[in-house]
């Protein structure tokens, strides 16, 4: 029977959830690396029992650790990121010219058919790939050095490459997002890249539609029609219907379209989830009800999911990583908040219960749905 | 015999209870130690020190003899405390939060 892994990396640390098939039963594994910040876990589609980990601290730097055993073990293969070439400057916030400075792995993205091929997308926003299982990485330059990385500038959270999307059968296709850059896509294989953020529109930047300078939040897509993007912007969700090359809003009746994460769906590609944000400083629910909010037909009309959700006095985030699908049926979905909790719905969002409630601060989640 | 006492986040990364104990030939300088160190336990490479500038990172500072040692060179001779292993050499994430 299958089962479920959640993998969810903290402020303090990373923990591993493992359910059953109904998604009701839940064993708990953790803390492992108590005490550092986990980024981000992956597991690999090739091999399931393969799983990367982002692990760092401000004072003592970067590692990525490696598990082949689905988590039980770990161990540090690799943790030297190096700029290729001259590094250059980026903006800094007040758009001054800023050097180049490695500080952290925000997203890992494994390969869909080799388990040693691992990509990271880091701070200051850069592109590395591995192809020896995390031991080393070598940075894909065509990004920052593209052409316009001279005016990127960091967002909140700093200037971090926090999305990678992978095409599912054209290998030589893939898509990014920076805060605050915008969306890239490669269409070699990751050697050169282009912007993709025509129909965007951002008031914080001097020329609102800039072909860079957006702060995307979250890009998502469905395996089965990945021509079709989705779009969590800093506000704003968009959706692209054309691989990126033009993005029109779907932001509809929702609450607020300021959030982090954007889902969709395992069996539906019409089918998107987001999590509504008050604003862009003041980072938790509108009305302190925590909702999730999903659309079953590709944006504008939107419903709320509250069913197991607290609904007063709830004033949590849920970060841009921190929510994602099973492939199960139905389709399961998590997410976890600022708070701790990671809930999960068995039912594509109909009902939600806790799996844990007091976690350290939660920064991502993933499921992997193994045999 | 040179003894190192590593921070919390640093002997979770290394999986070591209590003091590193180190044998150095020769010299004692933080260059040699940390050599040393990362030798015995690769996994603190970059931890420490920029792998490529050999820079102590911003956060770190060094320790030992109730001195801070952060901003001596690093090629010079530690303390003979520390070479003969009557004072540890503490490595210690800055008190810069939490």
């Known amino acids: 029977m299958s089962a479920v892994r959640v993998l969810v990396g903290?402020?303090?640390g990373a923990f591993v959830l493992t359910g059953d098939a109904k998604r009701d039963r839940w064993d708990v594994s953790g803390p492992h690396f108590g005490g550092w910040e986990i980024y981000h876990l992956k597991g690999s589609p090739a091999d399931p029992n393969r799983l990367y980990a982002s692990q760092c601290s401000s004072w003592f730097g970067q590692m990525i650790q490696r598990s082949n055993d689905g988590g039980k073990t770990w161990e540090p293969v690799g943790n030297k990121f190096e700029y290729d070439g001259v590094t250059g400057t980026h903006q800094w916030y007040d758009g001054t010219p800023h050097p180049w400075e490695f500080k952290r792995v925000w997203h890992l993205e494994t390969s869909l058919t080799d388990p040693d091929t691992v990509y990271a997308g880091v701070e200051?926003?850069?592109l590395f790939r591995s192809t020896d299982a995390g031991r080393s990485w070598h940075e894909l330059a065509g990004l920052r050095g593209h052409g316009s990385g001279s005016s990127w500038q960091p967002g909140a959270g700093g200037m971090c490459l926090h999305t990678i999307l992978l095409h599912p059968s054209n290998p030589?296709?893939?898509?990014?997002?920076?805060?605050?850059?915008?969306a890239f896509r490669s269409d070699d294989a990751g050697a050169t890249w282009q912007p993709i953020n025509r129909g965007l529109h951002s008031l914080y930047i001097p020329n609102p539609t800039a072909e860079v300078g957006h702060c995307v939040h979250r890009i998502a897509m469905h395996r089965a029609r990945p021509n079709v993007l989705y779009m969590q912007k800093h506000w704003d969700v968009m959706r692209s219907d054309d691989g990126g090359d033009?993005?029109?809003?779907?932001?509809?009746?929702?609450?607020?379209?300021?959030g982090f994460p954007i889902e969709v769906h395992a069996h539906d590609p019409d089918t998107i989830y987001v999590v509504p944000i008050k604003s862009d400083s003041e980072h938790y629910p509108p009305d302190g009800k925590l909702r999730v909010y999903r659309s079953k037909t590709g944006g504008n009309d939107w419903e709320a999911l509250t069913n197991g959700l607290p609904q007063s006095d709830c004033y949590v985030n849920v970060l841009r990583d921190a929510m994602c699908v099973d492939s199960l049926d139905p389709c399961g979905i998590y997410f976890g908040t600022s708070g701790g909790q990671v809930y999960a719905s068995a039912d594509s969002g109909d009902h939600w219960a806790p799996i844990v409630r007091d976690l350290p601060g939660v920064l991502s989640v993933e499921v992997q749905t193994v045999p | 015999?040179?003894?190192?006492?590593?921070p919390s986040h640093l002997r979770i990364l290394a999986r070591v209870n209590g003091e590193v104990q180190l044998d150095i030939q020769g010299?004692?300088?933080?260059?040699?130690?940390?050599?040393?160190?990362?030798?015995?336990?690769p996994m603190l490479r970059g931890m420490i020190r920029d792998q490529v500038t050999g820079q102590r990172r911003p956060l770190v500072r060094f320790f030992a003899c109730e001195r801070d040692l952060?901003?001596?060179?690093?090629?010079?001779?530690?303390?003979?405390?520390?070479?003969?292993?009557?004072?540890?050499?503490?490595?210690?994430?800055a008190i810069a939060g939490g």
Do not use: C
Request: hydrophobic share 45%.
């Open chain 1, 246 to 258: 033009s993005w029109r809003e779907i932001s509809g009746n929702l609450p607020s379209d300021f």
């Open chain 1, 172 to 182: 030589q296709r893939m898509f990014v997002a920076i805060s605050a850059a915008g």
């Open chain 1, 124 to 126: 200051d926003a850069a």
């Open chain 2, 27 to 41: 010299l004692v300088t933080q260059t040699t130690l940390l050599d040393a160190l990362e030798i015995s336990h």
């Open chain 1, 10 to 12: 903290t402020k303090k």
């Open chain 2, 70 to 93: 952060s901003h001596e060179s690093a090629d010079a001779p530690l303390p003979e405390s520390v070479e003969n292993g009557v004072e540890p050499f503490l490595i210690v994430g």
């Open chain 2, 1 to 6: 015999m040179i003894r190192v006492v590593l």
